[in-house]
């Protein structure tokens, strides 16, 4: 059984916040979270930083993002696609 499986990698959509960095950005999670007490939803929001190689992603565009090995202390992700460019 020399099979090749490959393994399933972890995709988020994210907003890009800042791109004022060279082949670094960060972005933004959004997600809805429910209060306990009063059953409200509240918008809770997560900041990643990703390794984008070619700079080709700019603030407010919509990116696909994978997890990856570590490449700094701060970056375990790798910019996968642009999915939607920013409205201007």
């Given at each position: 059984?020399?099979?090749?499986?490959?393994?399933?990698?972890?995709?988020?959509?994210?907003?890009v916040a800042s791109d004022k960095m060279s082949k670094s950005r960060v972005g933004v999670v959004e997600r809805?979270?429910?209060?306990?007490?009063?059953?409200?939803y509240i918008k809770k929001s997560?900041?990643?930083?990703?390794h984008d190689e070619t700079n080709q992603s700019k603030a407010g565009d919509l990116?696909?993002?994978v997890q990856t090995r570590p490449i700094s202390a701060k970056k375990s992700f790798t910019l996968?696609?642009?999915?939607?460019?920013?409205?201007?």
């Open positions: 059984m020399s099979e090749v499986t490959e393994k399933k990698q972890r995709k988020i959509r994210c907003v809805l979270v429910r209060e306990k007490v009063t059953k409200k997560t900041r990643l930083m990703f990116v696909l993002i996968h696609s642009v999915l939607e460019a920013a409205k201007k």
